[in-house]
């Protein structure tokens, strides 16, 4: 089990910039990291993720304008949130999945509150 600590949440104008960070209790290395954010009334929706080698992807809504990042030497995943709009509040959630013996294991941080707001 990993537990997940997410931070970096705020106020910010539109058209500003955030860095969230979710730091891990143990090793990261082996789990796909990704960032999911929930806004009021909606469904949780993924905005990026990253695999253990690497690779990224992200929800066309964020594409280009987020960057999803790890460290796994600090067991921290981060996300850089440049040109925030309004339709970028949420909450967002930190997650981290794994397969062993074939059965996903999915972990997940308490969230943290982003609000784009002028």
């Known amino acids: 089990q990993v537990q997940l600590v997410e931070s970096g949440g705020g106020l910010v104008q539109p058209g500003g910039s955030l860095r969230l960070s979710c730091a891990a209790d143990?090793?990261?290395?082996?789990?796909?990291m990704g960032w999911y954010r929930q806004a009021p009334g909606k469904q949780r929706e993924l905005a990026a993720h990253?695999?253990?080698?690497?690779?990224?992807n992200y929800a066309d809504s964020v594409k280009g304008r987020f960057t999803i990042s790890r460290d796994n030497a600090k067991n921290t995943v981060y996300l850089q949130m440049n040109s925030l709009n309004t339709e970028d509040t949420a909450i967002y959630y930190c997650?981290?999945?794994?397969?062993?013996?074939?059965?996903?294991?999915?972990?997940w941080g308490q969230g943290t509150q982003v609000t784009v707001s002028s």
């Open positions: 997650n981290a999945w794994n397969l062993v013996a074939g059965v996903r294991r999915n972990y």
């Open positions: 143990k090793s990261i290395s082996m789990y796909v």
């Open positions: 990253i695999t253990t080698g690497g690779n990224t």
